[in-house]
């Protein structure tokens, strides 16, 4: 099944064949792949996927890949939990988690889209896969590269704190300390990306990587028995998940794959230290203006996105909206989730919880339809962002009669 | 001229720099080509993505103007750093 078409400029419509690169030579604009849904109707069927791995890969059709699958096997298909205890302490009816924070291998959703540009980067025969990232991809890149037996290059800036490197220095990348500013950083990689060729994942693979990210809207889809909820609510960084959980949605509706209609409202979480999307969405302006960011949501921590402009007119598109969350509403957020799910989320976790409480206490999403909120990370990996912030020890001697006091104590305080 | 070397760059222009004509200056103070790709400048706010052409040595000087003038100074693909 011929089943794409090569890349296609999302500005001027400029076609290009499959190869790795990522900006139009004409307009500067992002390179998108291209689909031939004509083909694929009729051959992607619910049964087509459900016969497939319970992995991201059961969508290996919709997905930028021609041959094998080369790494990442068993990413995806995370639990959809129905959570009704964090729905009735929202005081909703229906609310849904979507769990990427147990990804396989490396816990967040990046590796999803690193899956698909690892396995991207095979097909194109390159030896060297390479990322710059401060945190869940850089830990996914190394991760898939040891797994596929590849060269990586990991690009971080110098003055990144110790903690942080070891989840990705596990897996024996070449690390490389970058120092200078954010910018000078920043401007390098591309310049290394430019000049070595390598599979830079989201520089020249960027076409391919993102695509991932439509398996999360897949499964979303999926998981609630083909139908899609009223509401979804994802963190925003660079702004492609969203865009592209949307871009699922529309593909499936496409095939004849969703049963009634699909009105599902997108909207874009993030943090009040960093939240230039959300603010051109409160300001209904396509203009994005670029932020310092400054908050504890390090993983959403982007303060001029390349997708900015495609997600704000995604909840534009679907009458959605968007909501910012302080550093104490994303605590409260984590803390929220962890003690009526039992689910641990990184910060941006806490973004999204936080962002969903207040679109609801608001008005602006009802409380009796259907809402499903992405966590696309896990809080084991960045545990000090609660660091001074639980204290809920009870000490005592190693007697029975101190805990039978302790005990009392504590039924004291709670009557 | 000697070696010349091209980036691609994206500009983002705050308020208070919109009326000035800092693309002008930056290729004349500093002898780079320049060449706008895509850009979209409103009363209040304007970004362009353009290719420059340069000696090695006049792009830096002129990247660094630009810093200092407030604007700012992105690769084509802004954010290479992720989270």
């Known amino acids: 099944m011929e089943k794409l078409n090569g890349l296609r400029c999302r500005e001027c419509g400029r076609r290009y064949p499959g190869a790795p690169v990522h900006v139009c030579e004409f307009c500067f604009g992002p390179l998108e792949v291209d689909y031939r849904y004509d083909a694929l109707k009729g051959v992607v069927t619910r049964e087509s996927i459900a016969a497939g791995p319970p992995s991201m890969w059961r969508y290996k059709d919709l997905l930028p890949v021609d041959g094998d699958v080369a790494v990442g096997h068993h990413v995806g298909f995370t639990p959809l939990i129905r959570a009704q205890n964090l729905a009735d302490e929202l005081g909703c009816r229906e609310v849904w988690i979507k769990n990427d924070s147990v990804c396989h291998p490396s816990w967040s959703f990046k590796d999803r889209v690193v899956a698909v540009a690892v396995t991207k980067a095979r097909e194109f025969g390159f030896d060297t896969v390479a990322c710059a990232s401060t945190g869940n991809l850089a830990n996914s890149v190394a991760a898939h590269a040891a797994e596929g037996r590849l060269k990586s290059f990991i690009f971080i800036p110098a003055d990144l704190e110790q903690g942080k490197i070891l989840a990705t220095l596990v897996y024996n990348p070449t690390l490389v300390a970058v120092h200078g500013t954010y910018d000078e950083v920043n401007r390098l990689c591309s310049e290394i990306a430019d000049k070595y060729r390598w599979a830079f994942v989201n520089v020249n693979l960027r076409p391919y990587y993102s695509e991932g990210s439509k398996t999360y809207g897949f499964e979303i889809v999926e998981q609630l028995g083909w139908r899609t909820p009223a509401h979804i609510i994802v963190p925003c960084a660079g702004g492609s998940l969203i865009t592209k959980i949307w871009k699922a949605i529309k593909e499936l509706k496409a095939l004849g794959l969703i049963d009634g209609p699909t009105a599902t409202k997108m909207y874009a979480a993030q943090a009040q230290g960093c939240g230039p999307i959300v603010t051109m969405i409160k300001n209904d302006t396509d203009v994005l203006v670029p932020v310092r960011p400054s908050t504890i949501a390090k993983s959403l921590a982007i303060g001029n996105p390349a997708d900015g402009y495609y997600a704000y007119k995604t909840t534009k598109e679907t009458g959605g909206y968007g909501e910012h969350a302080t550093d104490e509403e994303i605590i409260d957020g984590m803390l929220l989730l962890a003690r009526t799910e039992g689910i641990f989320t990184e910060t941006a976790g806490g973004v999204t919880v936080a962002a969903t409480r207040k679109l609801i206490e608001t008005g602006v999403i009802p409380r009796h339809e259907s809402i499903v909120i992405c966590i696309t990370g896990n809080g084991l990996k960045t545990p000090d962002a609660l660091y001074g912030r639980l204290d809920a020890h009870v000490k005592i001697k190693p007697s029975l009669s101190a805990f039978d006091q302790a005990l009392a104590d504590l039924k004291s305080q709670t009557a | ?83």
């Not at chain 2, 080509?33 to 895509?38: E, M, T």
């Not at chain 2, 990247?63 to 750093?81: N, S, T, Y």
Request: aromatic fraction near 6%.
């Open chain 2, 1 to 83: 001229m000697g070696t010349t070397t091209r980036l691609r760059l994206r500009l983002t222009f705050p308020t208070h720099l919109v009326q000035e004509p800092i693309v002008y200056r930056l290729v004349k103070d500093f002898d780079i080509v320049i060449n706008i790709r895509r850009a979209d400048v409103k009363a209040d706010h304007g970004w362009m993505a353009l290719e420059l052409d340069g000696e090695p040595g006049a792009l830096e000087r002129g990247v660094k103007w630009l810093k200092e003038k407030g604007v700012q100074v992105d690769p084509i693909e802004r954010d290479v750093i992720s989270p």
